[in-house]
């Protein structure tokens, strides 16, 4: 059974920082690119970044572009998000998510999702 366990939320200041991990078991996770999304109250789940199976290579939204950084420990099946000058608008439950074979730009091919972890940022 795939899971997938977002951990590392909460409250913050504006212009702070959090880093966010998402914990994969039940998969080869090396055989997945992996992706964060992200859901603000009363808003559409949007695309915040992806990483490639290796690590080698990494997309951004360009709202997040320059503040977050994507990355992965294949050794320890995690992902991770560091998220750094988070503004109010960043505030969003925010999902990890895998994808097998597909576009990691693309929410409609992955295959599992997480349950998401708050990000909160305060004004």
């Known amino acids: 059974q795939v899971q997938l366990v977002e951990s590392g939320g909460g409250l913050v200041q504006a212009g702070g920082s959090l880093r966010l991990s998402c914990a994969a078991s039940?998969?080869?996770?090396?055989?997945?690119?992996m992706g964060w999304f992200r859901q603000a109250p009363g808003k559409e789940r949007d695309f915040v970044s992806c990483?490639?199976?290796?690590?080698?290579?990494?997309y951004y939204a360009e709202a997040v572009k320059g503040r977050f950084t994507a990355s992965r420990d294949n050794a320890k099946n995690t992902l991770y998000l560091q998220m750094n000058s988070l503004k109010p608008e960043d505030t969003a439950m925010y999902y990890c998510?895998?994808?097998?074979?597909?576009?990691?730009?693309?929410?409609?091919?992955?295959?599992?999702w997480g349950q998401g972890t708050q990000v909160t940022v305060s004004s």
């Open positions: 998510a895998a994808v097998y074979g597909g576009s990691c730009l693309l929410e409609t091919t992955y295959n599992y």
């Open positions: 039940g998969l080869t996770f090396d055989d997945y690119a």
């Open positions: 990483i490639n199976w290796n690590g080698e290579a990494t």
